[in-house]
């Protein structure tokens, strides 16, 4: 079992950057393909970015493509989102989560562990 544990949320003005940061504990990360999905209010969590065990697959939501950049390094067990040109719509919770699946998947039913959430607010 892992357990995942969000950082870098916070306040940003539209055009700006964050780096969010994902980091696992209680089992070796590396067997474990990850993702990141956020929730806005009113709305239903949505598929972000995903990423394989190895980090060789990559996949993206079409809001987010060319914006954002899912990553990972194992030797430290923890997973990345860099999200530049930040826009309002982005505002949400951002969550990351893994599973033990080996390919990527984009419903929230795929993944088995989740972290507890870091906000981030775009403002205008």
């Known amino acids: 079992q892992v357990q995942l544990v969000e950082s870098g949320g916070g306040l940003v003005q539209a055009g700006g950057s964050l780096r969010l940061s994902c980091a696992a504990s209680g089992h070796t990360f590396d067997r474990y393909g990850g993702a990141w999905f956020r929730q806005a209010p009113g709305n239903e969590r949505e598929f972000v970015a995903a990423i394989t065990w190895s980090g060789d697959r990559m996949r993206y939501a079409d809001s987010v493509q060319g914006r954002f950049t899912i990553s990972r390094d194992n030797a430290k067990n923890t997973m990345y989102l860099q999200m530049n040109s930040l826009k309002p719509e982005d505002t949400a919770v951002y969550s990351c989560?893994?599973?033990?699946?080996?390919?990527?998947?984009?419903?929230?039913?795929?993944?088995?562990?989740w972290g507890q959430g870091t906000q981030v607010t775009v403002s205008s």
């Open positions: 989560a893994a599973t033990l699946l080996g390919g990527i998947y984009f419903q929230t039913s795929d993944y088995t562990y």
